[in-house]
């Protein structure tokens, strides 16, 4: 299975906003559950619908940033809990990568593990993202996780990832869950090897 992950392109939605924490990413009430999956479907749920259901103003709730994969938010995003939940809802509301000012450092870690690669831009460039996904939502945004690029319109900015993350994306060594199962085999015939010396 090849895990790298190199260029990404896909249409963008913008969340403006500093110190958006996990909480508001996904509502500690929704967080009991025995696995991840279905969890996007509460994502930003409190900011996105009032008690009653009804539905907020809201980039998610507007059909014209539909089919987005990019998010777009500002500084220090994914801040608060160091809570796991957070990241998986914004890969099951289909977020495929996020472009911000800073981030929480554990959430940035989450994030790259689940192959979600959180790049920085500074406030400048953030703003040129936001107008312009703003005013066409429609176009696409290409990204280059090698040359640390990202083009959209006839604009080319560059973005900084840790160099870690970005070299476990990359080479497809972001998923280590994944790599030990399909590793297991060797790993029992080493533990076999290992006994052999005890």
Not at 45 to 63: A, C, M, T
């Amino acid at each position: 299975m090849n895990r790298e992950i190199k260029k990404i392109s896909g249409r963008a939605i913008p969340l403006r906003g500093n110190d958006i924490d996990t909480d508001r990413i996904i509502p500690a009430r929704f967080m009991k559950c025995l696995t991840f999956n279905g969890l996007g479907q509460f994502a930003f749920y409190d900011e996105r619908f009032e008690e009653e259901g009804s539905e907020k103003d809201h980039p998610l709730n507007s059909g014209k940033y539909k089919d987005f994969s990019i998010l777009v938010t500002n500084l220090n995003f994914g801040c608060g809990s160091s809570r796991e939940h957070a990241p998986w809802a914004l890969s099951g509301i289909g977020v495929k990568c996020i472009i911000a000012q800073s981030y929480a450092e554990i959430f940035a870690g989450n994030c790259s593990s689940l192959g979600i690669p959180a790049l920085i831009v500074d406030e400048k460039d953030c703003n040129k993202i936001q107008d312009f996904i703003e005013n066409n939502p429609q176009s696409s945004i290409d990204i280059d996780l090698e040359k640390k690029e990202l083009k959209f319109d006839s604009l080319l900015l560059k973005f900084d990832i840790p160099e870690t993350y970005r070299l476990a994306l990359i080479e497809g060594k972001w998923d280590t869950t994944s790599m030990l199962l399909e590793n297991i085999e060797l790993i029992k015939k080493r533990d076999k090897i290992l006994q052999n010396f005890r």
